[in-house]
């Protein structure tokens, strides 16, 4: 069944005067993949009343709007298209800029994929209290918010107690050049929800993220009704809202039913009461890890094929009595196959891949600086991603 995509249109915006150089990137503790050239075309969304260059951020972006990579928010009157202007972002903040906001208790800009009412815009404002939270239509445009300057921070899920591993966000994590300060973990509660009228009986479809779909699959398949996926669980009650349907409802969050003015049909309908998302929050810069609370680091490696190398490898927690929390396998995208085995008709023998691996220990601690300059011994490749408070405490 083909995925309902939601979109937007777009509509002229005047180019922004300022002139904007990003940032240079922060190297990481070991040696980086080489920088891949790349074109990325972002569209800032604003309103016409937030031109302001004595803003630190140039064009003030509104909560409630999003960022994106290539369209616009139908809330949005406007759309700031790169292509109409050799300037498109705004300046990066300075150390005076830092300041100045810190001094009039500027709110912290926390990007999130989704619309308002996602799952994620609750997890930004758990990790954040009193932030500005961003909507970005797509995962790739959280990232390169904070890398442009846009915001300050991105919480973005990584994984599910039910679903499994977020593998964009994954194999993101190595395209960008972000660095993990922290994470958080959010009970998920699905809600069956319907415009005011509609009753149970009249629903034939269900509209949201495949994931959430996924999770409520008993409670839809007893009730007889058609799925249909699309891009986030808030986006569907979104468009459910503004489409009047009456054949349709959305499986989201409490909160989208109180954003779009749904009627809650159903509480608590996933399968599994224990379901929780794993969020990461990222950042331009490391935090300094500390040994005074429990910490947390993610690493990604990739090492030479042969018998017993991954059990090297993760041996070398293993003998510091470090404890592993997530070990995740991805191919190592755009590098040509390897040796080919002529005994199976030309396919590959084996394909390159990266291990990201979370542990439980601070890069302050002496074992963990051990334990990765060991591995670094025989890894083609080693990068920490970020080492972090861990959350114990689920909300």
């Given at each position: 069944m083909s995925s309902t995509i939601l979109r937007s249109p777009k509509l002229p915006c005047p180019p922004d005067p300022t002139t904007s150089i990003p940032p240079p990137h922060n190297q990481s503790f070991f040696t980086p993949l080489p920088k891949r050239r790349r074109c990325i075309s972002i569209y800032t969304c604003c309103t016409a009343g937030d031109q302001s260059s004595n803003s630190a951020f140039g064009s003030e972006?509104?909560?409630?709007?999003?960022?994106e990579l290539n369209k616009v928010n139908d809330d949005n009157p406007?759309?700031?298209?790169a292509k109409d202007s050799p300037n498109p972002l705004p300046r990066p903040l300075t150390s005076a800029d830092l300041s100045n906001m810190a001094s009039e208790g500027s709110r912290l800009r926390v990007a999130y994929q989704g619309v308002r009412g996602a799952y994620s815009e609750s997890a930004a404002e758990k990790a954040y209290p009193n932030c500005e939270a961003v909507p970005c239509e797509q995962f790739d445009t959280a990232f390169e918010a904070?890398?442009?300057?846009?915001?300050?921070?991105?919480?973005l899920p990584i994984e599910n107690s039910l679903g499994g591993s977020i593998h964009r966000n994954y194999?993101?994590?190595l395209r960008h050049r972000l660095h993990i300060v922290g994470e958080v973990k959010l009970a998920i509660r699905h809600c069956l929800l319907a415009n005011n009228g509609v009753k149970i009986e009249d629903l034939k479809r269900?509209?949201?993220h495949p994931q959430a779909l996924a999770q409520c699959e008993n409670t839809l398949t007893k009730l007889g009704l058609v799925r249909e996926a699309v891009d986030d669980t808030a986006g569907a009650a979104k468009y459910i809202a503004f489409n009047k349907l009456n054949d349709a409802g959305a499986v989201a969050s409490l909160a989208a039913s109180r954003i779009y003015g749904l009627n809650v049909l159903a509480q608590d309908i996933q399968d599994d009461s224990d379901n929780v998302t794993r969020f990461l929050m990222l950042a331009r810069e490391p935090i300094i890890p500390r040994t005074d609370k429990p910490f947390k680091t993610s690493v990604v490696f990739s090492l030479d094929e042969g018998p017993g190398v991954l059990f090297k490898a993760l041996a070398v927690f293993a003998m510091r009595n470090i404890n592993l929390t997530k070990i995740e396998s991805r191919p190592l995208q755009k590098q040509a196959l390897r040796v080919l085995?002529?005994?199976?008709?030309?396919?590959p023998k084996y394909f390159p891949y990266l291990f990201y691996v979370d542990f439980e220990a601070s890069m302050a601690d002496q074992r963990a600086q051990n334990a990765l300059g060991h591995l670094k011994e025989f890894a083609t490749f080693l990068r920490v991603l970020g080492s972090y408070p861990s959350d114990s405490g689920i909300a």
């Open positions: 972006i509104k909560k409630g709007q999003a960022i406007y759309e700031f298209n904070v890398e442009r300057w846009l915001v300050d921070r991105a919480v194999d993101l994590l269900v509209l949201s085995d002529d005994s199976v008709d030309g396919f």
